[in-house]
């Protein structure tokens, strides 16, 4: 199994602001996944944060508003950039494992804009 | 390509009742398939899983789920709730491959009355 420490677990922040998500994770994994979860809805992945490339993002998602990093194989960032209401979501960071079957997710970030 | 549909957005049961969650898929090879729960303000947790092993499978907390390939369904079960089960499932697809991102449905909420 992994485990996966996000933080921050929630914050509050301005509109026109950024704010940076971590995502540590307790095993070396190649992909991370990060996914928005906005109120009352379901996960939407944003990207897939690889070792050593760019991320990969979805339709929807830019690099510009929401840009990745990870420099290791237990570590990555998603920052929120240049925030507004619309962006208040839970963020959550997921990972799974050569030769598993299944997803493990991070606590998740509630993010509220105000 | 994958999807899931999941049929009902609330369900609502008296406790002691058998609770039927239900969860169709669309993919275009062997998938596996998996129920994960979210409680108020809590992480994802995993219910349970199909990988291509039995079809009948158990998961935690009493709940069972059937893969039934010739009706793209994997509905979830539990033969009495209890007032603790109200919460969020969603019901989540993925291809067999290391790394392929999962894809969650768009969530069944579960209430239940004493």
């Known amino acids: 199994s992994a485990v996966i420490s996000q933080k921050p677990s929630r914050d509050i922040c301005q509109r026109g602001t950024s704010l940076t998500i971590q995502c540590q994770v307790d095993s070396q994994v190649t992909m991370m996944f990060w996914y928005r979860q906005q109120p009352g809805q379901s996960l939407t992945l944003i990207a897939t944060?690889?070792?050593?490339?760019?991320?990969?993002?979805e339709s929807g998602f830019v690099i510009d508003k929401f840009p990745i990093s990870r420099p290791n194989l237990t570590f990555s960032t998603l920052t929120v950039s240049n925030m507004s209401p619309e962006d208040s979501s839970i963020y959550l960071c997921?990972?799974?494992?050569?030769?598993?079957?299944?997803?493990?997710f991070g606590q998740g970030t509630r993010l509220t804009v105000v | 390509a994958q999807s899931v549909t999941q049929l009902d957005s609330h369900v609502s049961v008296s406790e002691g009742t058998p609770v039927l969650l239900r969860c169709n898929y669309s993919?275009?090879?062997?998938?596996?398939l998996f129920w994960y729960v979210q409680h108020p303000n809590k992480g994802l947790q995993l219910l349970l899983k199909?990988?291509?092993?039995?079809?009948l499978v158990k998961g935690i907390n009493g709940f069972e789920a059937e893969f039934k390939k010739s009706e793209t369904s994997f509905h979830l079960t539990k033969p009495s709730a209890h007032m603790s089960d109200a919460a969020e499932y969603f019901c989540v697809v993925s291809g067999r491959n290391y790394g392929q991102n999962f894809v969650f449905g768009p969530g069944t909420r579960l209430s239940v009355l004493p």
């Open positions: 944060a690889n070792q050593g490339s760019e991320a990969t993002y």
């Open positions: 199909y990988t291509s092993a039995a079809t």
């Open positions: 993919s275009s090879y062997s998938p596996s």
């Open positions: 997921s990972v799974d494992l050569p030769g598993g079957t299944e997803a493990f």
